[in-house]
């Protein structure tokens, strides 16, 4: 598949990475930019509502807190 999927973009197949569900793929992501303690990142409200449920933050230990504006913040 990943070669199939390579081909079909024009890619190296070295440069794809698949993934069985979007919150592992989201995981690796914010692994892979080295997210730390503190660190903070943004979240659409449909995905603040996932990770209120116990999503990715909550994998990387990391602290929810809400805010009312259109965009919801998470501190990891």
């Given at each position: 598949m990943k070669e199939k999927l390579a081909e079909y973009l024009s890619l190296d197949?070295?440069?794809?990475?698949?993934?069985?569900?979007?919150?592992?793929?989201?995981y690796a992501i914010l692994k892979a930019i080295d997210i730390k303690e503190g660190d903070?990142?943004?979240?659409?409200?449909?995905?603040?509502?996932?990770?209120?449920?116990?999503?990715?933050?909550?994998?990387?230990?990391?602290?929810?807190?809400?805010?009312?504006d259109s965009l919801s913040r998470a501190e990891v």
């Open positions: 197949s070295s440069n794809i990475f698949l993934f069985w569900k979007g919150r592992v793929a989201l903070e990142i943004i979240l659409i409200k449909t995905a603040w509502e996932w990770e209120k449920r116990g999503g990715i933050l909550y994998r990387t230990q990391g602290k929810l807190r809400e805010k009312s």
